[in-house]
């Protein structure tokens, strides 16, 4: 009947709070409203915590079943694990770097870029994979004005690229990055979104070039105190690194958070599907299941389309702007016994170029060569390798193959022999396991950062309500964590129920 509704689950005294969806963006959102001095649930529909950072056991270790690094761009993660007492964990990868996979033969990736973008075009390893006039090109980017591809207010990733460095460029460097990180083609995603700033760089160094410099300043600055910090610990962040991680991989940090959560008290509800959403005269009513749960402030940290689905009854302006979902991925791990990769023959990996012919994944992650401290655990002659599949090619979003588990792993096999050039069998795997992502990567296709904006006013006009997560922040644990603590610290300073 209209109006019925279950007994509400009693909760203690007080200004209360509720979110829904248990990842990052959730947990860290619920630490937030925690150390604000509210009583906070936490409802996930699954049984894993932390959404895209799990963890899963592979031949007897103990793996990052999503994200295994952090952009260093900010402090944003690294202040995070230091507040959990992970800051000497923090480390950074092997510096033997990555490789390209091109149409026409393997190249080593140039260090010093931002998805690929060379911050130097005629740097040795940039004219290698460009050759000496797509590198006279991409320097033409030194003398153009800075209004050329910062002057609209949307462009896409590959229209900034070809615009001011050139077709090479994009297709030899950008494209293979993007397609790894992001799971999509160039011309399809906000480069404000994915590289936030760097357009804004353009107008304030000059030139591409010159932004991109800029933001690897500032990584290598974030990653020097890291290692200042350590004092010379076991895995120093070295100054340069574009990316860091944590020893024992990224899922401690969620480890970290949940018992910091359960510290302070918050009601960690697994295996809790919120169904429902209502605002009501005194704040919001969250229904899962049989039980609903009455809050001052909630918090939803879903992904976009999950997000619009659960809040668009009570904000229907919300139904135009459910987000595209993002690409399936899936992510082959197999732990191999091939001695004749201690030599790390292609790196910490290789990113593969699309219509590289006879490859079907988008990247390998050499894991052990990446991070010393796996290599460490694994022992001399095993090694693991992350291979994921799945790409979104078109602004239709067609549909994803989905290949069953042995044919990923005969796929896995086949890549993972060219891409290192090294023979790697079923008979060399002592273990291995495929991890699903579906719609987890937010697809930020041309003009999100403007659909965001709107999101942001629709919800800021319903009290007592944030939304956050990826599909608004942008992609990676570096948007991710700055972008929630930076929502939450609004609602904390605005909202009436924190008065």
């Not at 460095?165 to 994915?194: C, F, I, Q, T, Y």
């Amino acid at each position: 009947m209209r109006g019925v509704h279950p007994t509400p689950t009693a909760l203690p005294a007080g200004p209360r709070a509720v979110v829904v969806g248990g990842g990052v963006s959730g947990l860290l959102a619920a630490r937030e409203l925690a150390m604000a001095g509210m009583s906070v649930t936490v409802l996930e529909a699954t049984g894993a915590w932390g959404g895209c950072v799990g963890s899963h056991v592979v031949a007897g270790l103990q793996l990052d079943s999503g994200a295994e690094s952090y952009a260093t761009r900010s402090s944003a993660v690294a202040d995070l694990a230091r507040e959990l007492g992970l800051g000497d964990r923090i480390v950074a990868p092997h510096p033997g770097g990555a490789w390209v996979q091109l149409p026409d033969g393997p190249q080593e990736l140039p260090k010093t870029g931002v998805l690929g973008i060379p911050a130097n075009p005629w740097d040795p390893e940039v004219r290698r994979s460009l050759g000496f006039f797509g590198a006279l090109r991409a320097s033409w980017d030194r003398w153009l004005p800075a209004s050329l591809g910062t002057s609209s207010d949307v462009t896409s990733v590959a229209s900034l690229v070809r615009t001011r460095m050139g077709r090479k460029v994009l297709e030899r460097l950008v494209s293979p990055v993007v397609g790894g990180v992001h799971s999509a083609d160039p011309a399809l995603l906000d480069v404000d979104m994915v590289a936030p700033g760097l357009r804004a760089g353009i107008r304030t160094h000059g030139s591409l070039s010159a932004a991109v410099a800029a933001q690897r300043k500032v990584a290598a600055v974030r990653s020097g105190k890291d290692a200042a910090a350590q004092q010379g610990g076991s895995g120093l962040a070295k100054a340069g690194s574009a990316v860091a991680g944590l020893e024992g991989g990224m899922n401690t940090l969620v480890t970290a958070l949940v018992a910091d959560l359960r510290g302070r008290g918050v009601d960690l509800l697994a295996d809790t599907a919120a169904t429902d959403v209502a605002k009501t005269a005194a704040g919001w009513r969250v229904t899962a299941g049989d039980s609903t749960y009455d809050a001052d402030h909630l918090v939803v940290a879903l992904d976009g389309p999950s997000a619009v689905a659960l809040l668009e009854k009570s904000l229907p302006a919300l139904s135009g702007l459910r987000p595209a979902p993002g690409p399936l991925v899936s992510l082959v791990t197999m732990v191999v016994d091939v001695p004749e990769l201690d030599r790390r023959p292609r790196g910490t990996g290789i990113l593969v170029a699309p219509q590289t012919p006879g490859i079907t994944a988008k990247a390998l992650t050499h894991a052990t060569a990446k991070w010393d401290w796996l290599a460490g655990e694994a022992g001399p002659g095993t090694h693991v390798l992350r291979l994921s599949y799945g790409r979104r090619e078109d602004a239709g979003g067609s549909p994803d193959v989905v290949l069953d588990d042995e044919s990923l792993l005969s796929a896995a096999l086949a890549d993972a022999s060219q891409l290192l050039t090294v023979p790697v069998s079923r008979a060399d795997v002592v273990d291995w396991d495929v991890v699903r992502w579906a719609g987890a990567l937010p697809f930020a296709a041309v003009g999100h950062k403007q659909r965001v904006a709107h999101v942001r006013e629709v919800c800021a006009a319903a009290e007592g309500l944030t939304v956050v997560g990826g599909w608004l922040a942008g992609n990676g644990l570096a948007a991710v964590v700055a972008d929630t603590r930076k929502q939450l610290g609004q609602a904390v300073k605005d909202g009436p129920a924190f008065a």
